[in-house]
């Protein structure tokens, strides 16, 4: 089923290329490989700017770890992300498209931000997943390294449809055993646009004002950038047409729901085999 739906964040990279050009971005640092789509275009762009690529994900698609290794210029960090930041220093660029959850995504970011200050260097972060069906609900592929007090109910067996905020039981989208989604969307400290906004809310200052972008398409992509940056003003002026654009949104909604009607008739086939 996941085959059938456009999910990797290298879909953007009509958007996040000429941002990176824009930005002089010589050095990357991305939370998050998976299959490593979108890994391999920034390898190649810090390799043909004379930077490095550090990967962080402890559980990487296989070939993955292999790929990095043979690469002088790119480093694979086998570990958690909030555990490797404990260990990183700033980077002319950022992605994130870890773990999908409040807990993690909120301090991701403040460890990053962190970084970007200490060194005074200016933040430029790409996210993944801020969209439906990430935004207000929290997704766990290790429930187990989320605090308690941040956890939410979940299940790796319910699933999730656009018309409720309750997940169903063996229905809609679902992580078929590979992650859990919280059983209620909405409310405090749930959900991936939730934690972007939180931490907007703490950092963006009159003495170092944010600016953010938020584009409706491929489960959503957030750009989180320093106003204060001599190539601000370009990067805001080329994505502002994307920004919360209202076709682009009705048509990722039509892509979703033509997506979770597949899933409903598979499931419905599967329930007339059995």
Same mark, same amino acid.
């Given at each position: 089923?996941?085959?059938?739906?456009?999910?990797?964040?290298?879909?953007?990279?009509?958007?996040?290329?000429?941002?990176?050009?824009?930005?002089?971005?010589?050095?990357?640092?991305?939370?998050?490989?998976?299959?490593?789509?979108?890994?391999?275009?920034?390898?190649?762009?810090?390799?043909?700017?004379?930077?490095?690529?550090?990967?962080?994900?402890?559980?990487?698609?296989?070939? #993955?770890?292999?790929?990095?290794?043979?690469?002088?210029?790119?480093?694979?960090?086998?570990?958690?992300?909030?555990?490797?930041?404990?260990?990183?220093?700033?980077?002319?660029?950022? #992605?994130?498209?870890?773990?999908?959850?409040?807990?993690?995504?909120?301090?991701?970011?403040?460890?990053?931000?962190?970084?970007?200050?200490?060194?005074?260097?200016?933040?430029?972060?790409?996210?993944?997943?801020?969209?439906?069906?990430?935004?207000?609900?929290?997704?766990?592929?290790?429930?187990?390294?989320?605090?308690?007090?941040?956890?939410?109910?979940?299940?790796?067996?319910?699933?999730?449809?656009?018309?409720?905020?309750?997940?169903?039981?063996?229905?809609?989208?679902?992580?078929?055993?590979?992650?859990?989604?919280?059983?209620?969307?909405?409310?405090?400290?749930?959900?991936?646009?939730?934690?972007?906004?939180?931490?907007?809310?703490?950092?963006?200052?009159?003495?170092?004002?944010?600016?953010?972008?938020?584009?409706?398409?491929?489960?959503?992509?957030?750009?989180?950038?320093?106003?204060?940056?001599?190539?601000?003003?370009?990067?805001?002026? #080329?994505?502002?047409?994307?920004?919360?654009?209202?076709?682009?949104?009705?048509?990722?909604?039509?892509?979703?729901?033509?997506?979770?009607?597949?899933?409903?008739?598979?499931?419905?086939?599967?329930?007339?085999?059995?």
């Amino acid at each position: 089923m996941t085959d059938l739906l456009i999910h990797s964040m290298s879909e953007f990279s009509s958007l996040i290329m000429p941002c990176l050009d824009e930005a002089k971005v010589a050095s990357i640092s991305e939370i998050g490989s998976e299959f490593g789509g979108m890994s391999r275009t920034l390898a190649d762009h810090c390799e043909a700017n004379g930077g490095t690529l550090t990967c962080i994900d402890p559980e990487p698609a296989e070939g #993955f770890a292999g790929w990095a290794g043979a690469l002088s210029h790119v480093e694979h960090r086998a570990m958690p992300s909030l555990e490797a930041l404990q260990h990183c220093t700033a980077a002319d660029a950022w #992605f994130v498209d870890g773990d999908h959850n409040y807990y993690t995504v909120l301090h991701e970011l403040t460890s990053i931000d962190a970084l970007q200050k200490q060194a005074d260097r200016p933040l430029l972060a790409f996210l993944h997943d801020v969209s439906w069906p990430c935004a207000r609900r929290d997704f766990y592929y290790a429930p187990d390294r989320i605090p308690q007090e941040w956890r939410h109910p979940h299940s790796y067996e319910a699933g999730v449809r656009l018309d409720t905020d309750k997940a169903v039981p063996g229905r809609g989208l679902r992580g078929m055993g590979h992650f859990a989604v919280a059983l209620h969307s909405g409310g405090e400290r749930n959900g991936v646009l939730s934690a972007v906004e939180d931490f907007l809310a703490q950092a963006d200052t009159e003495e170092r004002p944010l600016y953010y972008v938020h584009v409706p398409a491929v489960l959503g992509l957030g750009i989180i950038f320093d106003a204060s940056a001599d190539w601000s003003r370009a990067l805001a002026e #080329f994505l502002l047409p994307y920004h919360g654009n209202p076709l682009i949104a009705r048509l990722e909604e039509n892509r979703l729901r033509n997506y979770l009607e597949v899933i409903d008739w598979q499931d419905r086939d599967n329930d007339r085999r059995s």
